[in-house]
Every structure is written in structure tokens, then in C-alpha cells.
DNA sequence: AAGTGGTCTAGACCACGCA
DNA sequence: GCGTGGTCTAGACCACTTA
């Protein structure tokens, strides 16, 4: 009987309330049902705000809840499965209308991408935009990093803009001989633009997925892929989306 | 009082600070340095303590700085390359020495494993603890699911307990034929078990890599590995590691 | 014992979405 | 305008490592 408010034996309260609050999340609640604030919820549990947000930020981050500022904390749905396999080796752009395409511009690539292009870190390459659409919602944001050597074809006609533009650039890189293209896969904190294009706020945390594609035995182009960490699980081979409760 | 000068157009103290730092530790700091301690560090800025943690924490997610209680905070080393490619299929223990097996115990699967497997919720499971080291460093830890209809022959010889029913039970697997083989990645929190075996705090942020061994039309084995996401970079295909310096 | 990062509090104000 | 989550403060104490 002395055992009674075990528990907070070195656990700290923060810890414990993910665990509580992730299973009322369970029994209690179903996808899309708004929880109490946390003002209400820190004064219920008796703890400080802060402590509370602490618990909720995990929860968040383990994509179980959905925090908007100004709205409130829903139940977040299970994450939905992205494929984001090599097996098919294709250029991007290809035959998957899962990227929209929407604008390039000249610029030049920052160190960390210069080396994987193995470029003069100077020197000039195309910056294609594009976003990916999962069921209606942007999942990832893409900056595309071309080196103006690899699609010399696009110099010649360079009249489109915005969307047109980056749809020329990728249609000029399969004129390229894909050689192969490999690829990783980090923890991030998204850009201010990318946080923007997903509608989350800037430093959440994302899956970076960078690929290099190669051509010609060098790099002949390499894409940074932000997905929402929150709402994706990113799948390879020839995985089924399982999951389709509700 | 209208103490804000300029910069803060919109944008967070923390965010500014991040960047600030970030920079920092580009230009003034070596890869392994330890930083002023956080109160100082806080002072100096001009911020409370926790605004300060904030920059911390998001610059720690990213594999830029490594803090450890009792001891301080460091610049962090490039994150590591680790293989998670599934372009080989084998069944996991072979001809991998990057895994340590540490031992062996029934048990049952929770019910998200239950799902992969697609077995009874209460079939009984082999649990498989396995540990990756990288460097020397323990980099992720695994928890390997077989159902014991996938090892038949295991029940025969039931002598072996710890790392050598692990190895017996991995053994085992290999009489059976590998169909294919699929795999996804999430983030994740640390639960304590595995926080302990990586060396972190219990909740830290870690990349959970699901992958789902099939053999003969149906689910044999599910792994559930945990990486660390601070220290790890997942490569897929034969993506060669850089950024090797010093 | 001293010094570090980790947890926690009780406030305050701000930015945003919506009615 | 109101309610929401997001940011920020200035403290306090705890857990851990190291000497």
C-alpha cells in the first residue's frame, strides 16, 4: 500500500503525462476530435503549462496530435505512407504526378550540395521547385539542384517562366542516360520557405531525403526533399500501406 | 518597453539565436569543442535560460551540437552514414556484422507489430534484441519480432538462452526462403529501454526504421529498429559516404 | 563539492484563426 | 474581440558527471 503514487520514481512529470494523456488519446478520443486547451488541461493534470506542452510537443512530434496556433489540438490521423523508393531508377519528373512542379530560377547551390555535385562551389545551377501532394495536402517541398552543364539544351530556348520553366528543366534532364541514384534519409528542422509551403511553423521537425542522381559517372543533379515528419512515414520497396482503420 | 531593435520583424528570439550560433559554430569552433555553459551562454545573448535551450535543442536536432548532462554542451561531429539499403535481401543476421545480438525472450507483439504480422494479437512472438554499432558507437537498437510458427524448429533444442538463442533464433530463420522484403521510416521518441542502450535521454528524437521480412506469401519477421537521429544519416543504395573530414 | 544540463513553475505577452 | 497555441521571463530545484 505505501506504493501507492509510485511512478514518479525518477520519471519526470512531463514523461509521465505523454504516457497518460497518449492513452486516453486511445480509449477516449477519436481522429479529428479537438482536446481541451492547454490552459484546461494543464489545470486539471496540475501541472504547469509549460509541463504540459512539454508532453503534448512529443505526442506531436510521434504524430499523434495536431497543434494550430490559433485553432487548437486535434487528434492527428495515422500517418500516411509516402513512397519514396529507388527501385524504379527515373529521373524526377517522370511519370509521377505525385510532384507539382512550380518554378525555377538560376541561382547557385549551397557548400553541403556543392560537394555532392562535386562542382565549383560557385558555379551556376538551376533551382527547380516542387511540391508533393499526398491526398490533398502538401507533404514535401523540394528544391531540385541541376548544375547549368547537365541540361545545356535549356540555354538555347529560354523563354518559359514560373511552372514552365521547371517543367523545361526536367524534361531536358531526360535526355540524360540515368546511370543510377542514391539516397538518405536525416532529421531536419524545416526552412522558413519549406515550413511555409508545408503550413507548419519554420524549425518543426522534418525527414530530409536528399538524392543524388547520377550520369555519366558524375553527379549530374541532386534533390532535397523536406517531409513533414509529423504527418509521414516515409516507405521503400514494395511496402503496402497498411492502416486503414476508419 | 520597445526594446526590440531590428531583426525581430516577426521572427522568434530562439530562431534568431539558432542562426546566430549556427554560424557561430561554422566560423569559431572545432568539432568536438564545448561550448560556454548555458547560463553563460544565456547572459550573453541577453535571453532567459529557456529561450536560450530552444536555439539549443533545434541546433542538437540537427546534428550540430551534442549536449550531455553533468558534463556540457559540444560542437557534434558530421553525422555518420548508416546502411539501411534493402538491395540485398537477406534475413537479418547474415553476413552483417554492424549488428550485435544480445538476446532472446518469448513474448508477444504489441498490437501495431501484431497488424504487420498479421497473426493473432496474443500469438506468441520470439523477441530478438539486437544492437548496431557504428564506430564503435551503439547507433541503433532493434527489437526483431518472429513469430514461433516462423521458427519451428527452434522449440527442439530449447537450451540456449541469451545472445545464443538470439543467434539461434536468427539461425533459424535462414531455412527459410526470402520472398521480399519492405521497409519504412518514421520519427519517433525513445522509449526508455532503447534510450538507455543509445546512450540518450528517454523521448529523444529517433528515426524508426520498420522493416517487414515475407516468406512464402506471408509476414515471417518484423523489426522495429531505433536510431539514434541526432548522430545517424540513413543511406539507401550505394550511396557513398562523404563529408569525411578530419 | 562543484558545475553541468534537465525539469518545473507561475506568471506575461504575442500571433493567429475565426465568428 | 475572443480564444487558441507560440514565445518569453526569472527564478528554483533535481540528476548527473567529474574531480
Do not use: M
Given at each position: 500500500m505505501g506504493t501507492t503514487?509510485?511512478?514518479?520514481?525518477?520519471?519526470?512529470?512531463?514523461?509521465?503525462?505523454?504516457?497518460?494523456?497518449g492513452e486516453a488519446l486511445d480509449s477516449d478520443f477519436t481522429v479529428g476530435e479537438i482536446l481541451?486547451?492547454?490552459?484546461?488541461?494543464?489545470?486539471?493534470?496540475?501541472?504547469?503549462?509549460?509541463?504540459?506542452?512539454q508532453a503534448l510537443e512529443q505526442l506531436e512530434l510521434e504524430g499523434r496530435l495536431q497543434r494550430r496556433r490559433g485553432v487548437g489540438t486535434t487528434v492527428a490521423p495515422p500517418r500516411v505512407g509516402v513512397d519514396v523508393s529507388t527501385t524504379q531508377?527515373?529521373?524526377?519528373?517522370?511519370?509521377?504526378?505525385?510532384?507539382?512542379?512550380?518554378?525555377?530560377?538560376?541561382?547557385?547551390?549551397?557548400?553541403?550540395?556543392?560537394r555532392l555535385l562535386e562542382t565549383a562551389a560557385g558555379e551556376e545551377v538551376h533551382l527547380v521547385r516542387r511540391l508533393r501532394l499526398s491526398q490533398g495536402q502538401a507533404v514535401a517541398a523540394e528544391l531540385l539542384y541541376v548544375p547549368a552543364g547537365s541540361v545545356?539544351?535549356?540555354?538555347?530556348?529560354?523563354?518559359?517562366?514560373?511552372?514552365?520553366?521547371?517543367?523545361?528543366?526536367?524534361?531536358?534532364?531526360?535526355?540524360?542516360v540515368l546511370d543510377g541514384q542514391d539516397r538518405s534519409v536525416e532529421l531536419g528542422s524545416a526552412r522558413a520557405d519549406d515550413a511555409k509551403e508545408l503550413d507548419r511553423l519554420p524549425g518543426s521537425p522534418v525527414l530530409v531525403v536528399t538524392t543524388r542522381y547520377l550520369s555519366g559517372g558524375r553527379t549530374a543533379a541532386v534533390s532535397v526533399a523536406t517531409y513533414r515528419a509529423d504527418t509521414c512515414r516515409l516507405t521503400f520497396g514494395d511496402s503496402v500501406d497498411l492502416a486503414m482503420a476508419s
Open positions: 503514487q509510485l511512478e514518479s520514481v525518477q520519471e519526470p512529470k512531463y514523461q509521465h503525462l505523454k504516457t497518460v494523456i481541451p486547451n492547454e490552459r484546461e488541461l494543464a489545470a486539471r493534470f496540475g501541472v504547469a503549462r509549460a509541463t504540459l506542452r531508377q527515373v529521373w524526377p519528373g517522370v511519370g509521377d504526378d505525385a510532384w507539382l512542379a512550380q518554378d525555377a530560377i538560376p541561382g547557385d547551390a549551397p557548400v553541403a550540395v556543392a545545356p539544351g535549356l540555354d538555347a530556348i529560354d523563354a518559359p517562366v514560373g511552372a514552365a520553366r521547371a517543367r523545361a528543366v526536367l524534361c531536358e534532364l531526360q535526355n540524360l
